[in-house]
């Protein structure tokens, strides 16, 4: 069954860290029209030379403070303001 | 006799690295020979200047570079993953070993154990 409709664009939200097996669920699920956010333990993601970010992947600041990755942001960093914003503005959010 | 620690595990996720510390300081208070060893994401234990007051949590920082003072022999890192966090010597804290065969580093003490 293929469906006609636009996909419907999904927020991923992941905090387990590389190398854990659900960290490398999530990747494969995200879709082109997808958002990521890395929060707690995913944010090491940014340090792993062995992962791949989509594009559309933002870091959460305090974890990315926490652990002094604040020099080598592959993506943008966002504050839980913003976190919510994304949360509002997605129809369907997965929570890894 | 002696005691190997090994920390697989990221800082701050989960309790789990922080329990091997504590693990690791009270053997040396009880004069147990004791040594540490981090791998994997464990590694990112020994990034240099941690600011996790936001997610309200307290840096290593200061108890590993203290460690040799309490009695624990030597920390050590395990290369390839310091390699694949982009861990070189500028940003891992002072006082760690690097380590290139973990079989060597854990045969060398009759007692393993991991954190978590």
């Known amino acids: 069954m293929t469906s006609t409709q636009p996909a419907n664009p999904t927020l991923h939200i992941l905090n387990k860290p590389p190398g854990h097996p659900r960290f490398e669920t999530c990747l494969q699920a995200i879709q082109d029209c997808d958002q990521l956010v890395l929060t707690e333990n995913a944010v090491l993601a940014l340090a792993d030379r062995s992962v791949t970010l989509p594009a559309a992947c933002k870091a959460m600041k305090a974890d990315v403070d926490a652990r002094a990755l604040n020099e080598q942001t592959r993506t943008g960093t966002i ?11 997605h129809s369907r959010i997965i929570s890894w | 006799m002696s005691t ?12 789990a690295g922080r329990e ?6 009270s053997l040396a208070a009880f004069d147990q020979p ?3 060893l981090f791998t994997g994401a464990g590694v ?31 920390i050590l890192a395990d290369t390839a993953s310091c390699e694949r966090f982009g861990l070189g010597p500028e940003q891992l804290v002072s006082g760690v ?15 393993v154990a991991f954190a978590g």
């Open chain 2, 44 to 74: 990112n234990w020994l990034r240099k200047q941690q600011a996790p007051d936001a997610i309200g949590q307290k840096s290593v920082e200061k108890n590993l570079s203290a460690a040799p003072m309490f009695g624990v022999e030597e």
């Open chain 2, 4 to 15: 190997l620690i090994i920390v697989d595990q990221p800082p701050y996720g989960t309790w």
């Open chain 2, 34 to 36: 004791a040594a540490l």
């Open chain 2, 97 to 111: 070993t690097l380590a290139e065969n973990l079989q060597d580093v854990m045969n060398a003490h009759s007692n």
């Open chain 2, 20 to 25: 091997a510390l504590d693990m690791v300081f």
């Open chain 1, 79 to 89: 504050d839980y303001a913003e976190l919510v914003r994304l949360t509002a503005k």
